[in-house]
C-alpha cells in the first residue's frame, strides 16, 4: 500500500456510491478510488468513465482478484453484504459496508469471523455517526443540560415510488426497518449507552411483504423508553428528540444534514432555546478517512462489527415483535 492512502474498489454501481460515497473518497486526504466492479462489464466502464475512476471490472471477483486494491466499499442490496463480505475478507481485503451490515447478528457474527480470521478490517457504514453535530449532540448530554435522559424519540421517514427499488424486495433485504428504521435504533443506543433489553412494532406490510412502514418501542433500562418511526411510504422526515428532567435537544435532518450547518435545538421550556450550529462538512468523506486511518496505522475501527450485531438484535427483536401483533418481546 502506497504510504498514507489506502486504494479503494467498489462492488457495484449503486445510486449511494455515485451520489455521495465515491465523490468522498475521491476527495479524502488518505484514499484513491482504483476501481469499480458491475455484473455487467459494459455498465462498469460507463460508470468508471462518469466518475472518473481508473478501472473497471465485469465481475465483482475480478475487483477481488486485483493486487492493486486494498480495501472494498460494499454499496449491494442488504442481501448481499455477508455473501461479499466474506468473500473480500478471504480475498485479504479491508472492508466498509454499507448498513445495515447483515440481515441478522448471526449473519454479522459469520462477517466479523472472516474478518478476524483474514486480519482485516470491518466496518459498518453509517455515516451520521462521523458528523461532528453527532459528538456535539454526545456532549451536551454528557454536560448535563437536559439532566437525566427519560425519552427518545426518532423519525426517518421518506416516500418511494419506483416498485422496482432494493427497498421493496423482501428477498434483497428491504423493509423500511431495514433501510431507515436502523438508523434510529442506532442512534437510540447509541445516546442510550446501553443496550434496549425489550421491543415492541407495529408495521403495515406492503403488497411484497416487506415492512412499509414501522411504528417501533425500545425500552432500556431504568425504564428509559426510545420510541420511532420509519417509513418507505410518507414524505420525508428526519428529526429525533432527547427529553430530560431539565430540558430537551431537538435535533432536525438528523442522518443526512448535507453539506449546510447542522442544527441542534437545546430547549428549557418557558426559559427558552439555543439553537447550537455545527458547520456544514461532507460526513460522507470523514467516515472513509477514519477508515482508511484504522487501516493504514492498524487501529481498531470506531464501530466494530459487534456494534452492528447489538443494533441488528434489537432489529431482530422488532421484527419479531411486529409479526406478532406488537407483542412486547425480549431483545
Ligand atoms: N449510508 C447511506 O447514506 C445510504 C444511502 C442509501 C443506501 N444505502 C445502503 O447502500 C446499499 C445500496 O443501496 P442503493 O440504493 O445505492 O442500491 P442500488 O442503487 O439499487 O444499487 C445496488 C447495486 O447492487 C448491485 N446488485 C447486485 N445484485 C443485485 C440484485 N439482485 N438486485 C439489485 N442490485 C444488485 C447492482 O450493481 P451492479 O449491477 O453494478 O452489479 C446495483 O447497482 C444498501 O445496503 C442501502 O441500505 C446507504
Redesign the pocket.
Known sequence: MPDHKIRWGV???????????LPAIQASRNGELVA?????GA??AE?AAQLGIPRSCGA?EELLAAADIDAVY????????REWTVKSAEAGKHIL????LALNPAECAEMADAARAHNVKLME???YRFHPRTAKVLELMASGVIGELRLIRAGFTFRLTNPA???L?AD??GGSL??VG?YCVNLSRTVAGREPLRAQALASWGATGVDEQMVGLLEFSGGLPAQFDCALTLERREFYELAGTAGSLFVPGS??PGAADALIYERHGRAGETVHRVPGVDQ?RLMVEAFADCVLADLPVPYPPDEAAANLAAMAALYRSAHNNGQPVNV
Open positions: 462492488i457495484s454501481t449503486a445510486n449511494i456510491g455515485r451520489a455521495a460515497v469499480v466492479a458491475s455484473r455487467d455498465k462498469a460508470f465483482y460494499i454499496p449491494l442490496p442488504n442481501s448481499l453484504h459496508c454499507e448498513k445495515p457504514a453509517f455515516m427499488n432494493i427497498r424486495q434483497l433485504g431495514m433501510d436502523c442522518f443526512l460522507y
